[in-house]
């Protein structure tokens, strides 16, 4: 279980709800200022709620989302933020978006528990799926595909938005996976108030899939790290909850627990 990681924790993990980057011995961040230096990575986005703040998020499908679940609460007062006071902005870059969609459909994963004290026990299960009011159909903003198979060790890149970097994304291309167990990644990549639901990439046949997303940051060692959940079966447990969960799609539309989310398992 996470116990096994949380040992090595010298103070505990802070979550990163709507807002200088931790350091990390890897790459450093590169703001994607230009169309070419975006190329690819359209499909992450800006998830805004309302003046309040924001995080980031990333299409799994053409209106689908994923973000971290604890994006989608009110630190002060503990409630679900609504559906319409949402707005994902695809590839937002200095006031101009790829896309500006509401959301008609929130779904947190049925063990994440936002009202938990021990913070770093909500990590494992703190992803969630949004429902687009419209699908993106844009020949260039590509939704990813998802990996949950990575081990310590394996390198990862990051695409975030943050506090002091709000206006475009940055990219960390190189980060490492530090430790994991079975509820919790350790990363060396740089995050800050912000990049909750980032989605952390890792590249397979020169494709990049997300294994998570950003959770928390934490100090480990004497480092400051990011926390993501390890998204073995957890990826399957939230999309059977989106399946589930009552739909506020257009009549006639099914959705099955392929449509949600495209996974590879394997390398």
């Known amino acids: 279980m996470f116990r096994t990681v949380l040992k090595v924790f ?7 709800h709507a807002m200088s980057p931790a350091a990390a011995d890897d790459s450093r961040l590169h703001t994607l200022s230009t169309a070419d230096d975006s190329r690819g990575w359209e499909a992450v986005g800006r998830l805004n709620f309302g003046f309040d703040g924001f995080c980031t998020a990333a299409l799994v499908t053409s209106d689908i989302v994923m973000t971290a679940a604890h994006c989608l609460y009110d630190k002060t007062t503990g409630e679900r933020v609504a559906a319409e006071d949402i707005e994902f902005q695809a590839g937002l870059r200095f006031g101009r978006a790829e896309a500006y969609r509401g959301i008609r459909r929130i779904v947190i994963h049925p063990d994440y528990d936002f009202g938990r004290d021990d913070r770093l026990g909500r990590v494992g ?12 159909r844009s020949g260039h903003v590509r939704p990813f595909r998802t990996q ?5 060790g394996q390198t990862v890149q990051v695409v975030s938005y943050a506090k002091d970097r709000a206006d475009a994304p ?21 995050v800050d108030y912000g990049s909750s639901g980032a989605p952390v990439f890792m590249s397979f046949n020169g494709e990049a899939r997300i294994v998570s997303v950003i959770s928390a940051k934490a100090e480990w060692e004497g480092r400051e790290v990011a926390l993501a959940a390890v998204m073995e079966g957890q990826l399957d447990a939230l999309i059977a909850e989106f399946a589930r969960t009552p739909a506020m799609a257009p009549v006639g539309k099914t959705l099955s627990v392929s449509d949600a989310v495209s996974t590879s398992s394997g390398y």
């Open 125 to 136: 299960a703190d992803i969630a799926l949004l429902e687009l009011d419209r699908p993106v």
């Open 10 to 16: 010298a103070v505990a993990a802070v979550c990163m």
């Open 170 to 190: 940055s990219r960390q291309e190189a980060c490492s996976i530090l430790a994991r167990d079975n509820e919790i990644l350790v990363l060396s990549c740089s």
């Open 148 to 152: 949950f198979r990575v081990n310590a």
